[in-house]
């Protein structure tokens, strides 16, 4: 014979259930948050280099970072 779940058992599936949605949601939230930052950094750090390859008449540089920036805007 089958065994029905209480409504307890139910509501408890239920309830880690949505925990388990909760949670996966605040993950991808912060890992898209991080991903964000982290691009952040990397674009400003490119672009100082970009200034310092400039300041320095260093032409090979800046063209080699400014590829790269390109790269990372995605343009």
Do not use: C, P
């Not at 139910?10 to 939230?29: G, I, P, R, S």
């Not at 691009?39 to 970072?65: G, N, Y």
Request: hydrophobic content about 35%; aromatic content about 10%; cysteine-free.
């Amino acid at each position: 014979m089958e065994k029905r779940k209480s409504y307890q058992e139910l509501l408890k599936e239920y309830t880690m259930t949505q925990n388990k949605n909760e949670t996966d949601a605040m993950e991808w939230y912060a890992e898209f948050f991080l991903n964000g930052l982290l691009l952040q950094r990397h674009e400003k750090r490119l672009r100082e280099d970009i200034d310092r390859a400039l300041d320095l008449h260093d032409k090979e540089t800046f063209i080699k970072l400014s590829k790269e920036l390109v790269d990372l805007l995605g343009q």
